[in-house]
């Protein structure tokens, strides 16, 4: 009689391999569970304290840092100030390397399709290879302004405390003002397409988002750590349990 092969186990079961991948899974849901970072995730800046307006022969923009390895699109924040925009107007907005500043991609909107006070959709087709840092570049053809909505400082260089705490909420990047670094950051969010390379940048991601989460709230970090280290702990028991149960 011959004999059978025996079928092989699920994949490296039970080995110290697979008991650390299950613990930095653990470890990365935790952290995206309570809010420290996110997993995978594309440059995404909500905070806003004001509308920068945009007008022909002005530039507004913004310089992020990619995790994908290529970028899809982007979304920004815009404002038509309670009237529709100028249907005449366009729209024109460039991808630039930031490194280099080569153009990447160019995106044109009709004013007729610039809504009030929403997110506007920007889409690269095909998508583009995304660089180490990228630049976002905004202009507006028509003389009735538009805006952007931002965190920024207040144009008098007044404001109150609250202000003042949002004013650079992205730490990764920078507002753009007709081609000069300025203080503060757009409102915007990136769209990306993960690949293999995409890896070490999602990584980094996640330990900036929390240092970002923690910086300045020492007691915050404090409870945050406590809560981490304690589910770190048991899940180090119960994968030992598990093994010893075997």
């Not at 059978?4 to 849901?29: D, E, K, Q």
């Not at 570049?137 to 202000?163: K, M, N």
Request: proline letters at 9%; a positive charge; glycine letters at 12%.
């Amino acid at each position: 009689m011959r004999g059978t092969t025996p079928r092989p186990s699920a994949v490296c079961a039970g080995s110290p391999v697979t008991g650390a991948c299950r613990l930095v899974i653990v470890v990365l849901v935790v952290l995206a569970s309570i809010g420290c970072a996110r997993l995978g995730g594309e440059a995404f800046q909500p905070t806003h304290n004001q509308v920068l307006p945009l007008g022909p022969d002005m530039m507004i923009g913004q310089t992020f840092r990619a995790t994908s390895a290529e970028l899809a699109g982007a979304d920004l924040l815009v404002a038509t100030f309670a009237q529709p925009a100028d249907p005449a107007g366009k729209l024109e907005v460039v991808l630039r390397d930031a490194g280099t500043g080569q153009a990447l991609r160019t995106v044109t909107v009709a004013g007729s399709q610039v809504p009030n006070n929403a997110w506007l959709p920007i889409r690269f087709h095909p998508p583009v290879t995304a660089p180490e840092r990228a630049a976002i570049e905004v202009r507006w053809t028509s003389p009735r302004p538009i805006g952007l909505y931002a965190s920024a400082p207040p144009p008098d260089g007044t404001g109150e405390s609250q202000e003042r705490l949002t004013e650079n909420p992205y730490p990764h990047g920078t507002l753009l003002r007709d081609g000069e670094i300025a203080d503060g950051d757009l409102a915007f969010r990136v769209l990306g397409l993960h690949g293999g390379r995409a890896l070490p940048r999602v990584i980094l991601g996640l330990l900036g988002g929390i240092a970002s989460a923690v910086r300045g709230r020492p007691l915050f970090g404090v409870v945050w750590l406590g809560g981490l280290a304690g589910s770190v702990a048991l899940a180090v028991f119960g994968f030992r349990r598990q093994r010893s149960a075997r």
